[in-house]
């Protein structure tokens, strides 16, 4: 499992990358696109949607499952990755590329209730 130590996490798998703007970016774990297999499907949140933390905002469809993907943090969607509509596998590619969407967070505190990579790691099942 490929983890990177300057993401925050979640333990429902999704990654966050806070840009030095404030934005965002939201995408499934290393481990989550391992665990679906091969990518088929990305149903992604409308733009200018406010989310709140743990708010069923996305889905991800492989031929395996669905599932469902959590808002990290509260917010707005400000941009979808469109790539990912046409080419869902990307995310089976480079999950920390493929991002899902951009929100700009409303509430500084939830980005201290994520985890670091250490943490996550201590959550997921050894592979």
Known sequence: ???????????????VRLAA???????????????LGDVVFVEL????????VGEECAVVESVKAASDIYAPVSGEIVEVNQALLDAPEGINA?????WLFRLRPTAVADMAQ????AA?????PPT
Not at 1 to 15: G, I, V
Not at 114 to 117: F, M, P, Y
């Open 1 to 15: 499992m490929n983890l990177l130590q300057d993401l925050k996490y979640t333990a429902s798998h999704e990654w």
């Open 45 to 52: 949140p409308e733009i200018g949607r406010q989310v709140t």
């Open 114 to 117: 994520l985890l670091d990579a």
């Open 120 to 124: 996550y790691q201590a959550e997921v």
């Open 21 to 35: 703007d404030g934005i965002a970016a939201v995408g499934i774990t290393d481990y989550a696109q391992e665990q």
């Open 94 to 98: 480079d999950a920390y590329a493929a």
